[in-house]
T-cell receptor
Framework: DAKTTQPTSMDCAEGRAANLPCNHSTISGNEYVYWYRQIHSQGPQYIIHGLKNNETNEMASLIITEDRKSSTLILPHATLRDTAVYYCIVRGRTNAGKSTFGDGTTLTVKP | EAQVTQNPRYLITVTGKKLTVTCSQNMNHEYMSWYRQDPGLGLRQIYY???????DKGDVPEGYKVSRKEKRNFPLILESPSPNQTSLYFC????????????????FGAGTRLSVL
């Protein structure tokens, strides 16, 4: 798996957009970018994924740069319940089965 | 309801006493994996299985065993637990483990908190 790099922590005001960056400069052409989040010590929860194009679902938006070396997860209107650790991972045929989660970004949403 | 079920959720044991943590999924997924998480750290992969009777080491396999005799179950075995295996453990499953080059979302269990005294 390609390694990912994320900031250790970020703060965001409630109601504002939270933009969480991730670098994955060694990503292979067949690898997808996935985002998960973990609230307290619960099991990680899938948020969104993408290959090349920007993606949006009911939870978030994912912006992937044209060279695919970085991406940004956007929570458009952060709430206190979005306080969590957010993980960016890459996964695909290149190293099928292997799954490397970094330390993630701790997002704190403040009132 | 699609889910990954781990048991037990909490376990306290003593050094050297063999234990098994079970994991079961009801989504007919080929791929299953075990992770451990230590305080302040991300998830580290212990073992994974691409299909029945196919298992492979992750990043931290020492001290653990797994088996995949049937598709839905993937137990984690600690033959002789030691205090450094005190951790939070997660099981996960996905359709193909990334093998077919298509999207492959992982679904996680609720976790098993293990303390080895």
């Amino acid at each position: 798996d390609a390694k990912t790099t994320q900031p250790t922590s970020m703060d965001c005001a409630e109601g504002r957009a939270a933009n969480l960056p991730c670098n994955h400069s060694t990503i292979s052409g067949n690898e997808y970018v996935y985002w998960y989040r973990q609230i307290h010590s619960q099991g990680p929860q899938y948020i969104i994924h993408g290959l090349k194009n920007n993606e949006t679902n009911e939870m978030a938006s994912l912006i992937i740069t044209e060279d695919r070396k970085s991406s940004t997860l956007i929570l458009p209107h952060a709430t206190l319940r979005d306080t969590a650790v957010y993980y960016c991972i890459v996964r695909g045929r290149t190293n099928a089965g292997k799954s490397t989660f970094g330390d993630g970004t701790t997002l704190t949403v403040k009132p | 309801e699609a889910q990954v079920t781990q048991n037990p959720r909490y376990l306290i044991t003593v050094t050297g006493k063999k234990l098994t943590v079970t994991c079961s999924q009801n989504m007919n997924h080929e791929y299953m994996s075990w992770y451990r998480q230590d305080p302040g750290l991300g998830l580290r992969q212990i073992y994974y299985s691409m299909n029945v009777e196919v298992t492979d080491k992750g990043d931290v396999p020492e001290g653990y065993k797994v088996s995949r005799k049937e598709k839905r179950n993937f137990p984690l075995i600690l033959e002789s637990p030691s205090p450094n295996q005190t951790s939070l453990y997660f099981c996960a499953s996905s359709l193909f483990g990334g093998r077919v080059g298509d999207e492959d979302i992982q679904y996680f269990g609720a976790g098993t908190r293990l303390s080895v005294l």
